[in-house]
């Protein structure tokens, strides 16, 4: 791997998204504070990020699930208080500016759980609360209703886990504790 550029501000704990042309991070932490920002750079040559919005509410340790003209950050909460989220914010590709909240909500709120997605749904798995949850959520992306509770992972609790998706799976990766795909 090589640096190829810088985000707008040192943060951790953000969710990621990509069109065909850009990669997004939004929200996140910066050290005790969690941030708003919705950050953005080009595929096509290296460089840094620009801010480009904010999502709804700042938050840290969301789940990025990403459709063919959205990204979506969904859970995570603000560092410094605990506060924990259930909503889920939508970034559009098509034009820069401020996410919207979507009417649906997750099942329970928590921070550092992964994402996955397919061409019609978005997954959210694990995550913490505390408790320490397993289960996997779904929504939908055409009516963007609320999630609901479609199984359970294999190994439970695991919190910061990456996602990766084919075109027929969704991949839970890692986690604290756990470190196979």
């Not at 290296?46 to 999502?55: F, H, K, P, R, W």
Request: charged share 10%; net charge negative; glycine share 18%.
């Amino acid at each position: 791997a090589t640096d190829v550029g810088n985000l707008v501000g040192a943060k951790s704990a953000t969710s990621g998204h990509h069109s065909k042309t850009y990669g997004y991070a939004c929200g996140g932490a910066n050290g005790a504070a969690s941030s708003p920002d919705i950050n953005k750079w080009t595929f096509a040559t290296d460089g840094n990020a620009t801010d480009v919005g904010d999502l709804t509410v700042s938050r840290g340790g969301s789940a990025g699930v990403t459709s063919e003209n959205y990204g979506y950050s969904c859970t995570g909460g603000i560092q410094t208080a605990p506060t924990l989220y259930t909503s889920i914010d939508k970034v559009s590709f098509a034009s820069d500016g401020n996410a919207t909240a979507i009417t649906g909500v997750v099942t329970v709120a928590r921070q550092f759980p992964g994402g996955t997605s397919s061409t019609t749904y978005g997954y959210i798995h694990a995550g913490h609360g505390p408790p320490e949850y397993n289960i996997i959520d779904k929504f939908q992306f055409s009516t963007e209703g609320n999630a609901t509770d479609v199984g359970d992972m294999v190994r439970g609790g695991d919190t910061g886990t990456g996602g990766a998706s084919s075109s027929t799976h969704g991949y839970i990766v890692g986690g604290n504790g756990t470190y196979s795909i």
